[in-house]
């Protein structure tokens, strides 16, 4: 078990590795939290024969994780990405406004509500008095 020290390397071993044997592979994913309130990120795929780790402290895998999950993940279940899917993802990331939000003009942008006055839902219910 010796631990891979190239993200590259580590994800085209560990997909090779599911697409040789995906019924006997598996995947854990340990997170340790030290005392000094940094973490350590440790991943292992194993197929009984051969054991691939990564390890990390920078927060900057996480993307790459994430993307290594999912594409894992949708190998586990046997599903790829539609292209519809993929670009509407990619669209909605590229641009902060929402689409439906960036078509409307503004005398047709919701109201917020004003507080005070009774309009905002009638008169408060007094309390009932406290028995002795």
Known sequence: M???????????????????????????????????????????????????????HSSVFLNRFDALNLSLMQKMQNRRPTPASRSATLASS???IPASASSRTMSEAPSTPTPGGTAGGGVKKKKPKKKK
Do not use: H
Request: glycine letters at 4%; aromatic letters at 12%; one cysteine or more.
């Open 2 to 56: 010796v631990y891979i020290s190239s993200w590259q390397e580590y994800q085209e071993a560990a997909e090779a590795l599911y697409e040789k044997s995906p019924n006997k592979t598996r995947y854990c994913v340990k997170w340790r939290q030290s005392a000094d309130g940094a973490g350590k990120l440790v991943l292992k795929i194993t197929d009984d024969t051969t054991c691939l780790k990564f390890k990390t």
């Open 94 to 96: 590229a641009s902060p």
